[in-house]
């Protein structure tokens, strides 16, 4: 184990830029929650409903692997999906979402 050495003056510069990483993580997206979303991430596609934001992690309520979205604008413009598998709960890593669009028709929740 090594120490290192930091002026007061240092300690507390470095705490306050911390604390700021800190704040944005957690509320750097407040306007989403409540709302529904289609979200593409490297390797899966889920539609749900934000129920909250912890750490970096999304929590969805309603939520559904997308396994087949189709034609990719009549997923987004008209709710028309090609393969669903409701999951209930969801929980995504922020870290791994490339993209959202906000989903303006019902949540998906039968199996097709």
Do not use: C
């Amino acid at each position: 184990m090594k120490t290192i050495t930091i002026s007061d003056e240092a300690y507390v510069i470095l705490k306050k830029q911390i604390e700021e990483i800190d704040k944005k993580e957690i509320s750097e997206f407040p306007d989403i929650i409540g709302k529904k979303y289609f979200i593409r991430t490297v390797t899966y596609h889920l539609t749900g409903q934000v129920k909250k934001i912890t750490g970096n992690m999304l929590i969805l309520e309603n939520a559904a692997w997308i396994a087949d979205s189709g034609r990719f604008m009549n997923a987004i413009k008209n709710g028309i999906l090609k393969e669903v598998e409701p999951v209930d709960e969801a929980i995504v890593n922020i870290n791994a979402i490339t993209d959202m669009f906000p989903w303006n028709h019902p949540l998906p929740r039968t199996q097709i």
